[in-house]
């Protein structure tokens, strides 16, 4: 009498590994804590410790602002720095071209230059940092908006949100159940 085996079944879901990658691409966490980090003049630095590795905030340099100051620009970027904004649409009115994107850009540069103006002083802003902040700001802004031109952004998601699962089931032995299992 011939035994039949059973060889077992295969499964691949690709969902666990796009949502993953769509994390990574939505996730703005670090993007703002690296400018906190500028804001407030420090860097984090690793260290190994009893109890594994830690890290910890050092100073670097001074301050660019008060801790208000710093809070408020820093909820002013959260605002515009985040997974539903960039899921925005700048339509383009010529190839690589969007009006809508560079006047969003244009716009943003003289808000955040009239808000810094305007608390300078409540925030404790150094005048040499003023040009500073707004660039560093615009630097981070500016690319990041850039995902919103031509819907792009959200078209890309299309490959990423894709669930495909698929089966394999081989059937070792001759009998003829399709599972390989029953006699």
């Known amino acids: 009498m011939e035994e039949d085996k059973y060889d077992g079944i295969s499964s691949n879901n690709s969902g666990y590994v796009a949502s ?4 990574i691409r939505l996730e703005t966490k670090e ?3 690296d400018i906190e980090l500028f804001l407030r003049g420090q860097r984090i630095n690793i260290k190994e ?8 905030r050092i100073k670097v340099g001074t301050p660019k602002a008060n801790d208000a100051g710093i809070q408020n ?7 515009m720095i985040n997974a539903q904004t960039v899921q925005g649409n700048f339509p ?3 190839p690589n071209h969007s009006s809508k994107y560079e006047d969003y850009i244009c716009y943003t540069r003289k808000e955040v230059s ?3 103006t305007i608390n300078r002083i409540k925030w404790e802003i150094n005048s040499d940092d003023y ?4 660039d560093t700001l615009m630097r981070l802004i500016e690319p990041f908006m850039t995902r919103l031109i031509d819907n792009k952004e959200r078209e890309s998601y299309e490959s990423t949100i894709r ?3 698929s089966n394999t089931m081989k059937e070792m032995g001759g009998n003829n159940s399709p599972f390989g299992l029953f006699r």
């Open 20 to 23: 993953s990658a769509l994390q």
């Open 31 to 33: 993007l703002l804590e």
């Open 49 to 56: 410790g009893k109890k594994g590795f830690i890290a910890e």
């Open 73 to 79: 620009i820093l909820n002013w970027v959260r605002m």
């Open 92 to 94: 383009v009115d010529s």
């Open 114 to 116: 009239a808000s810094m």
């Open 131 to 134: 040009d500073d902040i707004i």
């Open 163 to 165: 669930h495909v699962e």
